[in-house]
């Protein structure tokens, strides 16, 4: 009898497991500000998509940092890497986007081709790529933002939009924003397409204006340029990111933090 009572107890357990649902997961995709090299800080160098594990609940959702270095909005695509995420998006999980320091960069060249049209318009540009000798149409910043969101969404994931942080430029006592730029076109895109949208620049910038200029040069960035953040950086941006996550209406994602 105590035999059968295992067996079924065993069996019970077995049907339990095997019917648990998969975890939830966290996509994050972007350029070296979200992971720099392999994200285990080669030259000094963190990216906040390091760190943003730290601030959830990791037995009941996965994060999985995509970011690369050296990529724009539209080159994460055109190399396959958003095919690959997309591939094992699941209805339910999450997706982080931030692009926009390397879209500024030119559309052609030998060096990266790796531009995108400034705004968010439907404007494109033909080209032949000088690096990848391919004919390739190039899109606006918006443009591609917007796939991202409608592919995402298409899976059943739930895409969220952050603006880019900001470099280390300041005028006088107060970090420089931009009114017509990156950040303002990643929310313009968010709103339009239906993600939610954290203005991780502002929120970044405020930070730092409460900190004298040369010190938050020494803390929270790298002494060889002004866009890469130091340790103490990409942890204060996770941190930053948590707490813009957790401001988020109607978003579950909140429900998986610390």
């Not at 095997?18 to 720099?36: E, N, Q």
């Not at 730290?54 to 695509?77: C, W, Y």
């Not at 926009?100 to 439907?122: F, K, M, Q, Y």
């Not at 929310?187 to 954290?198: E, H, K, L």
Request: contains cysteine; aromatic residues 8%.
């Amino acid at each position: 009898m105590k035999i059968r009572l295992l067996l079924l107890l065993g069996l019970s357990l077995l049907a339990l497991a095997l019917t648990k649902p998969a975890p939830v997961s966290l996509y994050l995709i972007g350029d070296s500000t979200v992971k720099t090299g392999s994200g285990k800080g080669e030259n000094g160098q963190w990216g906040w998509g390091s760190f943003l594990h730290e601030h959830f609940d990791t037995t009941k959702i996965k994060v999985h940092n995509h970011a690369i270095g050296g990529r724009s909005s539209r080159t994460f695509i055109s190399e396959g890497r958003w095919d690959k995420v997309l591939s094992e998006l699941k209805i339910g999980d999450y997706l982080l986007i931030q692009f926009g320091h390397n879209d500024a960069s030119p559309v052609n060249d030998s060096l990266r081709a790796r531009g995108t049209i400034r705004g968010i318009g439907e404007e494109m540009e033909e080209i032949d790529n000088l690096i990848t000798k391919k004919h390739e149409v190039v899109h606006s910043y918006g443009w591609y933002l917007r796939k991202y969101i409608d592919e995402a969404k298409a899976k059943g994931a739930i895409p969220i939009v952050c603006s880019p942080i900001p470099r280390n430029s300041w005028e006088g006592s107060r970090i420089v924003r931009p009114t017509d730029s990156y950040p303002q076109w990643a929310q313009a895109v968010a709103r339009s397409n239906g993600a939610y949208f954290i203005d991780l620049y502002e929120l970044v910038a405020t930070e730092y204006d409460k900190t004298p200029p040369t010190q938050v040069k020494q803390q929270y960035f790298t002494p060889a340029d002004n866009t890469h953040t130091s340790r103490q950086g990409g942890q204060l941006n996770a941190q930053l990111v948590a707490e813009g996550i957790k401001s988020l209406k109607k978003c579950n994602l909140k429900k998986y933090l610390k």
